[in-house]
T-cell receptor, first 112, second 112 residues
Framework: DQQVKQNSPSLSVQEGRISILNCDYT??????FLWYKKYPAEGPTFLIS?????DKNEDGRFTVFLNKSAKHLSLHIVPSQPGDSAVYFC???????????FGKGTHLIIQP | GAGVSQSPSNKVTEKGKDVELRCDPI?????LYWYRQSLGQGLEFLIY????????KSGLPSDRFSAERTGGSVSTLTIQRTQQEDSAVYLC??????????FGDGTRLSIL
């Protein structure tokens, strides 16, 4: 039973536009959420995070929004750049586990 | 560099053989995690070490899997009597408490 779900396996966005990646979770005990970016043959790289007591966190072109009542978070990238093309993983901490619980990832493709 | 280092980067072995995977965490990080990523899946938590405490082995899929962390630094993940379903990328991460995990580039394990 997947506790963190990324329902879009892939997303194609034009360069310069906004990319919105979505993530849903089921475990209300998660207390911290993270987004990781992964290039082929490399390990995931930490991008941005948000505590469950906040609803927004911004870092440059990246903003993460958390809607606790809907158990939903999203990552906004604006403006999108070619180097943003990668697989993005949503991850959650807590819920009784010591490790992070990951979604299956969304492959973001930025088109010129 | 000063990142998480994993070796080997690739390992091909025959079904039934034992394999050892190595992880050198970031110096000073007290927490160390092992995950695996099977094809088309998200990262699956395997085991967690924190300082000198007993490890959390709750994610290990079977008793063929074991891990140790010597001197609070280097860790080895051992898979005995490998099966084809063990084929995956095995990722190691390290962190300090309440900080994002930093990942190595993984070991791609292929069981023939």
């Amino acid at each position: 039973d997947q506790q963190v779900k990324q329902n879009s396996p892939s997303l194609s966005v034009q360069e310069g536009r906004i990319s919105i990646l979505n993530c849903d979770y089921t475990n209300s005990m998660f207390d911290y959420f993270l987004w990781y970016k992964k290039y082929p043959a490399e390990g995931p790289t930490f991008l941005i995070s948000i505590s469950s007591i906040k609803d927004k966190n911004e870092d440059g072109r990246f903003t993460v929004f958390l809607n606790k009542s809907a158990k939903h978070l999203s990552l906004h990238i604006v403006p999108s750049q070619p180097g943003d093309s990668a697989v993005y993983f949503c991850a959650a901490r807590g819920g009784g586990a010591d490790g992070l619980t990951f979604g299956k990832g969304t492959h973001l493709i930025i088109q010129p | 560099g000063a990142g998480v280092s994993q070796s080997p980067s690739n390992k091909v072995t025959e079904k039934g053989k034992d394999v050892e995977l190595r992880c050198d965490p970031i110096s000073g990080h007290t927490a160390l995690y092992w995950y695996r990523q099977s094809l088309g899946q998200g990262l699956e938590f395997l085991i967690y070490f924190q300082g000198n405490s007993a490890p959390d082995k709750s994610g290990l899929p079977s008793d063929r899997f074991s891990a140790e962390r010597t001197g609070g630094s280097v860790s080895t993940l051992t898979i005995q009597r490998t099966q084809q379903e063990d084929s995956a990328v095995y990722l190691c991460a390290s962190s300090n408490p309440n900080q994002p995990q930093h990942f190595g580039d993984g070991t791609r394990l292929s069981i023939l």
